[in-house]
């Protein structure tokens, strides 16, 4: 796993070199320095040479001062590799988020991918910030240390060999019990994000039922339980500075009382004691910065596993059966065409669905709530596949198509519609940002934007706020549908798009893409049988079946269901 993290470092890479190499020569630097000190007092200090403790002194400062700069170096280039790897792993992520279809995201709470590019990435981009210096420093240190200490008296170092176990069988417990508790620390988070995100979503609903106060006691219980799972994993973890404050202060007394014996029977001198101790603590600190290292790997590890989960995603939309075709008049068939959301799902979403729309028709969908109308046209741009027949556009599967070309050529208003923040222009340019003015214009003019665009004060350039806000819901859906008529697609869907716009705006939107695009192919799902009346064909779905295909005044003759939607619809009219 780690191999594949630090394989998103790329062209950072060079910087991590650099810090480790600065790393190892600041590390050797200092090693030398007890060294120096040991020689200058056994030797400078013990004879009185004054030339030679300054000389001894002046090459400690040389060292130390040549240490400082390499320290500063190695944290900048550190920090470049730190921040470069969290940089393209939230960039690999997002990238392939893109590639997601509706059921790959359909795998994942939002909350939960915006904590894996958020949160996770920052917990191994700091790892290698921070981490790097301890990683770079420990090995050299300890090697070096404890080669220097045997050197200067074998039977004092022989204290190591009592206190590495120790220490080591105490990190190893500490390690093991709290790598899971990352994994669930995160995952506390996740859920924290997820409440927050619902409840600024939905905050107009949530002041609307006056539910304010449920809201925070739905937040505290979220946040309470992050609390909880960090406190386990932090209470457990802050257990390895103790654990290593025990084994040096162990390991020193030892040293001390062993030490001083030493010294006592004339076989050790105090210039080497104290160089041993410094070389002892040299040690002890390597290993309190391993442990340390082997702590932040150990949550790198549970956020790199959430994060390689959204990168190693199977994409069930591909274009492997690609041609290079592109569609030309926007004729659709659906042949025999069967689907259901999951393959374990007991029941299709639709069943056994066909019929054929010339290409520049305008075809009405209708149907009961949950009658899988929207799922019916999301088969069209593949925003999923069939489980079984197939869909064809231009008599072409639409697997056949690059799903680019494809997407291009069929312009989608959503149910629930979407605007940007920025400015109306810059909404209406997704359709086509090359577009020229005259194209907006003549788009807005379609659309019924140009009724209330000129009452805006800033006109096109109206900042929309996120969401849409600083527009209502009937706006929000005429801008929609002029930004999918900028595109100049083929086939333009309407998934009901029009149920916040007056009937006469509604007929006015009509007659104009009628007029003024003839050549579209235009499917209009509605739960309005006016919006619908005046298609060349209207498809009745009734529980992801057809139930008939026919004009306004067959379906009316002999469509049961038909009738009854249009005999309560005329009721309603009446009251």
Not at 77 to 87: C, D, H, K, N, R
Request: proline share 2%; with cysteine.
């Amino acid at each position: 796993m780690l191999k594949r993290i630090f394989s998103y470092m790329k062209q950072y890479k060079k910087y991590a070199f650099l810090a480790l190499f600065c790393i190892a020569v600041e590390a050797v630097l200092e090693l030398m320095v007890p060294m120096i000190m040991a020689d200058l007092i056994d030797t400078g200090v013990a004879t009185g040479d004054e030339r030679y403790i300054y000389q001894k002194g002046f090459q400690m400062v040389l060292c130390a001062a040549a240490a400082l700069v390499l320290g500063i170096g190695s944290a900048r280039f550190a920090a470049l590799a730190g921040q470069g790897l969290g940089a393209n792993l939230r960039e690999a992520e997002y990238e392939k988020l893109q590639s997601y279809s509706f059921a790959n995201i359909d795998h994942f709470r939002v909350s939960s991918i915006v904590t894996r590019l958020t949160s996770d990435v920052t917990n191994i981009q700091n790892a290698v910030s921070t981490g790097m210096r301890p990683f770079g420093r420990s090995p050299v240190m300890l090697i070096f240390a404890t080669g220097v200490a045997f050197s200067i008296n074998s039977t004092l170092a022989l204290v190591f060999f009592v206190a590495l176990p120790v220490l080591a069988v105490l990190l190893i417990c500490i390690i093991v019990n709290v790598r899971p508790l990352y994994s669930k620390m995160q995952f506390a988070i996740d859920r924290m994000n997820r409440t927050i995100q619902e409840n600024l979503t939905a905050v107009r609903v949530v002041k609307a039922y006056v539910r304010g106060d449920y809201e925070i006691a739905k937040f505290e219980e979220a946040n309470l339980n992050l609390k909880k799972e960090s406190e386990k994993a932090f209470g457990i973890a802050v257990l390895n500075m103790p654990a290593m404050q025990f084994v040096m202060y162990a390991t020193i007394l030892s040293l001390l009382l062993f030490g001083g014996y030493l010294i006592h029977e004339g076989r050790l001198g105090i210039g080497e004691l104290t160089g041993f101790l410094s070389y002892v603590l040299l040690i002890l600190n390597s290993l309190m910065m391993m442990s340390n290292v082997f702590l932040m790997m150990t949550r790198s590890l549970a956020s790199g596993a959430r994060i390689l989960e959204v990168i190693d995603e199977k994409i069930d939309l591909t274009d492997e059966n690609a041609k290079d075709i592109s569609v030309e008049r926007g004729e659709i068939e659906f042949d025999h065409v069967w689907f259901k959301y999951k393959e374990e799902a007991k029941e299709y979403v639709l069943s056994d669905v066909s019929f054929h729309i010339k290409a520049g028709q305008t075809v009405g969908i209708i149907g009961q709530t949950g009658a899988a109308k929207t799922t019916l046209v999301q088969l069209i741009p593949r925003l999923y596949d069939t489980v079984r027949g197939t869909v064809k556009v231009d008599g072409v599967d639409v697997k056949n198509y690059p799903m680019q070309h494809l997407r291009d050529a069929i312009a989608m208003v959503l149910q629930k519609n979407t605007l940007f923040s920025g400015t109306m222009l810059d909404n209406l340019k997704w359709g086509d940002e090359n577009a020229s003015m005259t194209e907006i214009e003549e788009a807005c003019r379609i659309a019924c934007v140009d009724e209330f665009i000129d009452r805006l004060q800033d006109g096109y350039q109206t900042e929309m706020g996120q969401g849409g806000v600083n527009v209502s819901g009937g706006q929000k859906q005429r801008l929609c549908i002029a930004r999918a008529i900028l595109k100049k697609p083929k086939v333009l869907i309407l998934d009901d798009s029009t149920s916040a716009v007056d009937t006469a705006t509604e007929s006015r939107i009509r007659e104009g893409l009628a007029e003024k695009l003839p050549d579209m192919t235009k499917i209009i799902i509605a739960q309005r049988i006016s919006s619908v009346r005046h298609a060349d064909q209207i498809i009745i779905l009734d529980g992801g079946r057809v139930s008939g295909i026919g004009t306004h005044e067959s379906l009316l003759a002999s469509n049961r269901i038909y009738q009854e939607i249009y005999e309560s619809q005329k009721e309603g009219a009446d009251l």
